[in-house]
T-cell receptor, first 112, second 115 residues
Framework: EAGVTQFPSHSVIEKGQTVTLRCDPI?????LYWYRRVMGKEIKFLLH????????ESGMPNNRFLAERTGGTYSTLKVQPAELEDSGVYFC??????????FGQGTRLTVV | AQSVAQPEDQVNVAEGNPLTVKCTYS??????LFWYVQYPNRGLQFLLK??????LVKGSYGFEAEFNKSQTSFHLKKPSALVSDSALYFC????FGFGNEKLTFGTGTRLTIIP
């Protein structure tokens, strides 16, 4: 069974540009989460989808971040326009109801 | 609000010795507790969880953790450390119940096993 897949693994963009991160969850997992780790700090929750609906988006930092999960399968996280403080590792995770979450390998985003 | 504290940024242990990585938590109601590990250039891997039942839970790679409700702790342990255990370890908590699925993580503890 394939795990959670994230693309790209690394992205370097200039301040002001747009970047889109993609996450493919484990097949059959209705829950999909986005998290972010800024260098040396804790991993912070961004948002939670149940199928295609946003269950909790309380962790989204501002309106430059837009997450979608059309059709309840893969998800994208767009940052537009990117700022320096957006740099970090973005993790996606998926789970079935009330079980542990399985994480992808992360996307390392560097904004220069 | 829920929170996790991992008081040690770095833990060094000699190979073959027992290891402990500390974690304390704060959450409203009963907790779900997790340990994840991140090896170099890899994603987060699930190690073990406490949901209910026996306070001592066993997980992957010979790791175990003990849930202590009175001390609000969930320390990760292994009786005999291997060099391959060197990695970054994260403790996480979520509240019990539907609608509380988001995890709150600690800042991580880098474990180095010295040959």
């Amino acid at each position: 069974e394939a795990g959670v897949t994230q693309f790209p693994s690394h992205s370097v963009i200039e301040k002001g540009q747009t970047v889109t991160l993609r996450c493919d969850p484990i097949s059959g997992h209705d829950n999909l989460y986005w998290y972010r780790r800024v260098m040396g700090k804790e991993i912070k929750f961004l948002l939670h989808f149940v199928k295609e609906s946003k269950q909790d988006e309380s962790g989204m930092p501002n309106n430059r971040f837009l997450a979608e999960r059309t059709g309840g399968t893969y998800s994208t996280l767009k940052v537009q326009p990117a700022e320096l403080e957006d740099s970090g590792v973005y993790f996606c995770a998926s789970s079935q109801e009330s079980t542990e979450a399985f994480f992808g390998q992360g996307t390392r985003l560097t904004v220069v | 609000a829920q929170s996790v504290a991992q008081p040690e940024d770095q833990v060094n242990v000699a190979e073959g010795n027992p290891l402990t990585v500390k974690c304390t938590y704060s959450v409203s109601g009963n907790p779900y507790l997790f340990w994840y590990v991140q090896y170099p250039n890899r994603g987060l891997q699930f190690l073990l969880k406490y949901i209910t039942g026996d306070n001592l839970v066993k997980g992957s790679y010979g790791f175990e953790a003990e849930f202590n409700k009175s001390q609000t702790s969930f320390h990760l342990k292994k009786p005999s450390a291997l060099v391959s255990d060197s990695a970054l370890y994260f403790c996480a908590v979520r509240a019990f119940g539907f609608g509380n699925e988001k995890l709150t993580f600690g800042t991580g503890t880098r474990l180095t096993i010295i040959p």
